[in-house]
């Protein structure tokens, strides 16, 4: 475990390394990066369809969410990254369900009216379809009170110091690997359907990236 000096940390010696749900992490965002640095280049054409300009405007703040919490965790700003899984699962459920009701791309790009859109547990429920009810509400709810100041939230920035003692951080976090993890999984996720549904709405890369 790095000392709690270090000012910033490099992949070298960031205080997560070595965990699998991390490298799993890393793996996905290499992979997305590839596919979409093929895929990106398509966007520039001139006869896009209303999803496909929808996707070219969604899916990239999806990608930089995703790869902005990557950094935080290394960096042990895991509240912090922890807070962008909402907007991660708001932009990564917005695009599937614009693929799912054609319909529904014209009035995102009429500037939708923000009650009319798809709710949040709508949105969640097209990044999580396969999940068990417990996993779906667990999940639901720390995401509606991470955003907000609440008693609940309170266990999300505890930490463990030095002494043994658990104390709300106000910086880094270097000994929370249980919370490393789960922050890892969920982005993982999110990225993971983000590359897929570029795939859908843009077409297959050139050529198949691993």
């Not at 708001?90 to 695009?95: L, Y």
């Not at 609940?152 to 505890?158: E, I, L, W």
């Not at 993890?181 to 359907?193: E, G, N, V, Y």
Request: proline share 8%; glycine share 6%; aromatic share 8%.
């Amino acid at each position: 475990m790095p000392k709690p000096s270090s000012p910033v940390f490099l992949p070298d010696n960031e205080p997560y390394l070595g965990s699998p749900l991390l490298k799993l992490f890393d793996d996905t965002i290499v992979k997305s990066m590839a596919i979409h640095r093929q895929l990106g280049a398509r966007t520039y054409a001139t006869d896009l369809s209303p999803l496909q300009i929808a996707a070219a405007e969604i899916i990239p703040q999806g990608v930089s969410i995703a790869l902005s919490m990557r950094e935080l965790i290394r960096q042990g700003y895991l509240f912090s990254a922890g807070i962008l899984m909402r907007p991660l699962v708001e932009r990564t459920g917005m695009i599937y369900y614009l693929h799912k009701n054609p319909d529904a791309v014209t009035f995102w790009h009429n500037g939708w009216p923000r009650k009319s859109q798809p709710n949040f547990d709508e949105l969640l429920d097209l990044i999580m379809p396969s999940s068990c009810d417990e996993e779906w509400k667990a999940a639901l709810e720390l995401l509606h009170k991470l955003v907000h100041s609440d008693p609940k939230t309170a266990g999300y920035n505890s930490t463990t110091r030095s002494d043994g003692l658990r104390a709300s951080a106000a910086g880094k976090e270097l000994n929370e690997p249980i919370k490393a993890d789960a922050i890892s999984a969920f982005a993982t996720r999110c990225l993971d359907r983000l590359t897929n549904i570029s795939i859908k709405i843009l077409g297959a890369p050139s050529e198949q990236i691993y």
